[in-house]
């Protein structure tokens, strides 16, 4: 049970692994008014950037989940780095179906809603881990624009137009699962440009070290066509936000 291995090499050297930068996860942080020792989950974890830096921040309190052993153990590293290992714990297994021992003031699931099979699956997830006044943090992509083709589809990452929806349709989506969206946070271009392009420099930086690894052929053939894809298709079509929900 682990991420396959192209995914971690790609994103080695990400803190952060959505179109967010630092700046906008902590923008995030303080547009909830954490109150200290809030309880959190956060399913599909990654390396714990969002879990560690508010406990640092906010003084939260968590459990963070994650498939990628790799990824648990930068987690793990990162809580001791800020000298929050007291108040977060990493870990490694599916967060699929997982649900928090006691009710958590938090949920999220942010950019992995495949782990309940979509928006609405996730949601209901969510709902099983958090107290009566809880809220849950759902990242998702959007449609910045009406994808023209399947072409355009297929260079953000889509298998079929109707795999997100526009902004406008999410949000109501959300009130359909009876939910109440009391803030919300948006990527941008910019942040855009920083998840994607640094996957980049991490791809290049492996295959240089690693020109004979079983990958070498396939990660070479994703720098190749990468930029041109992001810059075409992801940086001009797809948005992607932080979405934070209450029940109604």
């Given at each position: 049970m682990d991420l396959p291995r192209s995914f971690t090499i790609r994103e080695s050297s990400h803190r952060i692994h959505n179109p967010f930068t630092s700046e906008k996860l902590a923008t995030l942080g303080?547009?909830?008014?954490?109150?200290?020792?809030?309880?959190?989950?956060?399913?599909?974890?990654?390396?714990?950037?969002?879990?560690?830096?508010w406990a640092r921040d906010h003084r939260v309190s968590g459990l963070g989940v994650d498939i990628s052993s790799v990824f648990i153990a930068a987690a793990r590293a990162r809580a001791d780095e800020l000298d929050v290992a007291n108040r977060v714990t990493f870990v490694h297994g599916d967060a699929s179906g997982y649900v928090a021992d006691e009710p958590a003031g938090i949920a999220s699931c942010v950019g992995a809603t495949w782990i309940g099979g979509g928006v609405a699956g996730t949601v209901e997830l969510l709902r099983r881990s958090i107290?009566?006044?809880g809220m849950m943090l759902i990242g998702e992509p959007y449609w910045r624009r009406e994808p023209p083709d399947?072409?355009?589809v297929e260079g953000c990452y889509g298998i079929g137009q109707d795999d997100w929806l526009p902004l406008p349709e999410l949000i109501e989506s959300f009130?359909?699962?009876?939910?109440?969206?009391?803030?919300?946070?948006?990527?941008?271009q910019d942040?855009?440009?920083?998840?994607?392009?640094?996957?980049?420099?991490?791809?290049?930086?492996?295959l240089d070290a690693n020109p004979?690894?079983?990958?070498?052929?396939?990660?070479?053939?994703?720098?190749?066509?990468?930029?041109?894809?992001?810059?075409r298709?992801?940086?001009?079509?797809?948005?992607?936000?932080?979405?934070?929900?209450?029940n109604r």
């Open positions: 303080r547009a909830l008014r954490l109150a200290p020792d809030t309880s959190m989950l956060d399913l599909a974890c990654g390396t714990g950037e969002m879990l560690c830096t107290t009566p006044d399947q072409a355009t009130g359909q699962l009876g939910c109440d969206v009391v803030e919300l946070l948006l990527a941008d942040s855009w440009d920083r998840y994607e392009a640094a996957k980049w420099l991490n791809i290049r930086r492996w004979h690894d079983e990958l070498a052929g396939e990660m070479r053939a994703e720098l190749d066509t990468a930029p041109a894809r992001h810059v298709y992801q940086r001009e079509y797809l948005g992607w936000g932080v979405f934070v929900l209450m």
